[in-house]
């Protein structure tokens, strides 16, 4: 029997490279779609890579870009996908302030460009669609906790981008009977996300503290409220809502709820540092217990122009029809996230330490 | 003398606004996207075509819509271009967002980028609200956009509304529902039907097809809501508001009243079709406009009925006087 075939966009980054692996367990033909640059970008999926002369290799990855309508035709024509995960986005959401119409370009007209084509090529009773929704249409909360109900106030170019897409992706499954779902995910973080993400920046800075290899970490809002997940648990209910009979948009959430400043101090207490918060707002340090050192500063660079204060999402409905149960904890998360960055931190010591260069990948 | 800029005067809203405006000593000036060969027959139709000063200008090009606010240098602008049929919207999703979305960002941008201090109305829709179950939508109204250009203008309102909180841009989004005219293009419903029942008022003898008749909407007259977009740039914060009659009529009771008004008895002349479904419809559409009569003093005198029967005798003139 032929194994289903999925196609994923944005297969480079965090939850593509989950997902990709994921599926390939499951036994799928995994095609994934990388945008061309100069440099690799497939850091985050090389331990899954298959030399294309390798027989039955079951994962491929193809060149193209969500701006591009004739190239997602071709590619979605030869793949023949029975599911479809639209993962790829800028999806950084100070970023969109500064690149607006690249956001719209690329997470709103993308994901119809993405839809249009399923349809073109005759697939819409075919395809399956996983659309990647976020917790940031919320926005400026209306009610606490959020559900599939809440209505949405996007606060950013990001999330303005991203309520259409989720929207067009509603109307398709209206109009055309598509099976088309939503998946509207709280932040999910693990040791593959990007590094400029508020998590990932936060473990990586206090590995390197501890290290030496970094003075201080540099932060905007601290008071900000997340319900933080982790990616891998939260990949597994993005196929969960393409195996139903049928199409729906799912609150993908873990129920809690932490201030940046909580995961700067669970991150630091995993490394055996004791921080201790002093000031407000602009003027908020934080400082090693032990030897006063300033470790954590506020950088008002990094404040958003509209701020999201607070997202805590409510799973129950993934509850109660998909049988979503997180089972990584953010307890383990920040564990496991602190212990890879200090694994890279170590590594970077001792090249340095034996006169080598290593990247600091500064932002 | 204030300095009005009118993007989309091409259109219904942007003659009646042009027309307002110039009455009350605004210098007006308006663009379309090739004012060299647009016919601006519904200036030409208010007999203001001289009046209005016109530009080129496409709003999904940066560069033209920084060099029109650099020449014009308005105090109030308002947009009003846009694609703006849902119909086609199924048969050209792309281009409703590009020219609605990316449009109303770059009009955005525009404004931030040259720190102009002019304020914007932005024409945002009752579409975006989709359905409410029959529920009287206001400005809390969740949105539930059900076809690609109301998915577009939920987008564009948004982006009106973050701009406004993330850079203190003066910018309101007007709520409009269902407005009408006689400058309405004739693949609107309204008008497609009053201008077949003055044809066969005169004795054409033909059956006029429609789609869905059971949907319910709030149709206005658009000369008056016009009124209501420049009195959301007059107050002193800028805010949302929905503009309506808050009443609501099927298409059946307009198309009755239209042919009514011109003595015939609709049911001898409509045929429903139902190829001209739409995939995705609204069922009924009902407003609450009651935060635009406490905050702008603003209430319209017509309702949807009287829409009806107005729209179908003008036109019945218009083809006595040919």
Redesign the interface.
């Known amino acids: 029997m032929k194994g289903k075939v999925a196609l994923i966009t944005g297969i480079t980054g965090q939850d593509g490279a989950y997902l990709a692996e994921l599926l390939l367990k499951k036994g799928y033909e995994v095609h994934g779609i990388k945008r061309r640059a100069s440099l690799f970008n497939t850091q985050r999926i090389d331990h899954l890579y298959r030399d294309p002369h390798d027989i039955g290799r079951k994962f491929t990855l193809h060149y193209g870009d969500l701006s591009d309508?004739t190239n997602l035709i071709r590619i979605i024509q030869q793949v023949r996908p029975d599911e479809i995960y639209n993962l790829a986005a800028q999806s950084h959401v100070k970023v969109s302030?500064e690149s607006?119409?690249y956001t719209?370009?690329v997470d709103?007209?993308g994901t119809?460009?993405l839809l249009?084509a399923v349809r073109i090529l005759g697939m819409e009773k075919h395809t399956r669609f996983y659309q990647a929704s976020t917790s940031e249409l919320y926005g400026q909360v209306v009610e606490t906790p959020q559900t599939e109900k809440t209505?949405?106030?996007?606060?950013?170019?990001y999330?303005?981008?991203k309520?259409?897409a989720y929207?067009?992706t509603v109307?398709y499954r209206?109009?055309?009977g598509m099976y088309a779902c939503n998946g509207i995910l709280f932040n999910h973080e693990s040791p593959l996300r990007g590094e400029t993400f508020v998590t990932r920046k936060i473990t990586r800075a206090m590995a390197r503290i501890k290290l030496g290899l970094q003075d201080c970490l540099y932060l905007g809002n601290m008071s900000a409220l997340r319900d933080w997940g982790h990616a891998k648990d939260y990949v597994e209910m993005q196929w969960l809502m393409l195996q139903q009979d049928a199409p729906d948009d799912f609150v993908i959430a873990t129920g809690r709820q932490h201030s940046v400043r909580d995961f700067v101090k669970m991150a630091a207490a995993e490394l055996g540092i004791s921080i201790r918060f002093e000031g407000t707002g602009a003027d908020e340090k934080g400082y090693d217990a032990k030897t006063g050192a300033c470790l954590v500063a506020v950088d008002p660079r990094y404040f958003?122009?509209?701020e999201v204060e607070t997202l805590l999402g409510d799973p129950t409905k993934a509850r109660e029809r998909l049988g979503w149960v997180p089972k990584i904890t953010l307890e383990e998360m920040v564990t496991e996230m602190v212990r890879a960055d200090l694994r890279d931190a170590e590594r970077d010591a001792l090249c340095k330490s034996q006169g080598f260069a290593v990247f600091d990948l500064n932002e | 003398m204030k300095q009005a800029l009118i993007f989309g005067v091409s259109g219904q809203d942007g003659a009646y606004l042009a027309q307002l405006l110039l009455q009350k000593g605004y210098r007006v000036a308006g663009t379309s996207r090739d004012a060299q060969m647009a016919s601006f027959a519904s200036l030409a139709a208010l007999g203001i075509g001289e009046q209005v000063e016109v530009h080129s200008v496409t709003l999904t090009d940066f560069r033209s819509v920084l060099t029109v606010l650099a020449k014009v240098k308005p105090d109030e602008i308002y947009h009003l271009a846009g694609q703006s049929s849902v119909g086609l919207s199924f048969d050209q999703p792309v281009e409703t967002f590009m020219s609605i979305g990316v449009g109303t960002l770059n009009l955005l941008e525009a404004v931030r980028f040259l720190g102009a201090p002019a304020r914007l109305y932005h024409a945002s829709s009752s579409d975006c609200f989709g359905d409410t179950g029959g529920e009287p939508a206001t400005e809390h109204t969740p949105f539930a956009p059900r076809s690609p250009y109301a998915v577009a203008k939920a987008a564009a309102h948004f982006e009106v509304a973050n701009y406004r909180e993330a850079y203190k841009l003066f910018a309101c989004n007007g709520i409009l529902f269902n407005h009408e005219s006689p400058l309405r293009p004739k693949r609107f419903v309204t008008r497609k039907i009053v201008a077949a029942a003055a044809r066969i008022a005169a004795g054409s003898g033909e059956t006029l097809s429609l789609g869905n008749i059971d949907v319910a909407r709030d149709w206005g007259n658009a000369r008056e809501y016009v009124e209501a977009m420049w009195l959301m740039l007059q107050q002193d914060a800028p805010e949302d508001f929905v503009i309506a009659t808050g009443q609501t009529i099927t298409l059946r009771q307009f198309v009755a009243e239209a042919f009514a008004a011109l003595g015939l008895d609709w049911q001898d002349h409509v045929k429903v079709d139902s190829t001209l479904f739409r995939p995705a419809d609204i069922a009924v559409s009902r407003a609450n406009p009651a935060k635009a009569a406490q905050t702008l003093g603003w209430k319209a005198t017509m309702g949807p009925a009287d829409v009806a029967r107005a729209m179908a005798v003008h036109e019945q003139q218009e083809i006595l006087q040919k």
Do not use: G
Not at chain 1, 151 to 157: A, L, Q
């Open positions: 309508s302030f607006p119409e719209a370009d709103a007209l119809l460009r249009e209505p949405f106030y996007p606060r950013s170019p999330a303005v981008a309520l259409y929207w067009i109307n209206e109009a055309y958003r122009p509209t």
